[in-house]
């Protein structure tokens, strides 16, 4: 494999995944108290877009997988967002790119803390869910609505994602 063809995990956080989407996390203080008290609530953290459809929740059960992990395809979602809410507290591997003019640009791969989400925004290329380990269970929040609203593209040379050393 070619070096320029490995990616290595990166941690995720906010600011690094801001030119990709949303990341859902209850760190720092809450946007209000409620319940009496009782919960905090992070407030209207995601930017969602359902164009032309409307908002569903579904359940992804995906086998989980391995690194190193092979990469050859990446796709995007024209008409909506997409967001993966971990139903465990297991990490799991978060594949983005920049658009390079209709393809993908150079992958990035994060790894996700125990409790973080993602929140893909309108168009933004991602590899499929990705989970690293069992249950492999995610609440997705994503467009339902007539027309195409996903776009592949596979690489002619696949990229290798590891662990950083
Ligand atoms: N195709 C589908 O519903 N899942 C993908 O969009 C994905 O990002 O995993
Ligand atoms: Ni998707």
């Given at each position: 494999m070619k070096e320029d063809r490995l990616i290595r995990t990166e941690p995720l956080t906010?600011?690094?995944f801001?030119?990709?989407?949303?990341?859902?996390e209850a760190t720092g203080p809450a946007d209000k108290i409620?319940?009496?008290?009782?919960?905090?609530?992070?407030?209207?953290?995601?930017?969602?877009a359902f164009a032309d459809g409307r908002a569903g929740i579904s359940?992804?059960?995906?086998?989980?997988?391995?690194?190193?992990l092979g990469l050859d395809m990446m796709e995007r979602h024209p008409e909506g967002?997409?967001?993966?809410?971990?139903?465990?507290a297991d990490p799991f591997l978060v594949i983005?790119?920049?658009?390079?003019?209709?393809?993908?640009?150079?992958?990035?791969?994060?790894?996700?803390?125990?409790?973080?989400?993602?929140?893909?925004?309108?168009?933004?290329w991602h590899g499929v869910l990705t989970p690293l380990h069992p249950p492999g269970l995610f609440?997705?929040?994503?467009?339902?609505g007539a027309g195409a609203n996903l776009e592949e593209f596979w690489?002619?040379?696949?990229y290798t994602v590891d662990a950083s050393p």
């Amino acid at each position: 494999m070619k070096e320029d063809r490995l990616i290595r995990t990166e941690p995720l956080t906010g600011a690094a995944f801001a030119p990709f989407g949303d990341v859902l996390e209850a760190t720092g203080p809450a946007d209000k108290i409620i319940n009496q008290g009782r919960c905090g609530r992070f407030h209207d953290r995601a930017q969602l877009a359902f164009a032309d459809g409307r908002a569903g929740i579904s359940l992804f059960q995906a086998e989980p997988r391995d690194l190193p992990l092979g990469l050859d395809m990446m796709e995007r979602h024209p008409e909506g967002s997409q967001a993966f809410l971990p139903m465990s507290a297991d990490p799991f591997l978060v594949i983005v790119a920049e658009d390079a003019g209709a393809r993908p640009g150079t992958p990035r791969a994060f790894l996700t803390q125990p409790g973080q989400g993602v929140n893909y925004h309108r168009g933004t290329w991602h590899g499929v869910l990705t989970p690293l380990h069992p249950p492999g269970l995610f609440a997705v929040v994503d467009r339902i609505g007539a027309g195409a609203n996903l776009e592949e593209f596979w690489f002619d040379e696949p990229y290798t994602v590891d662990a950083s050393p």
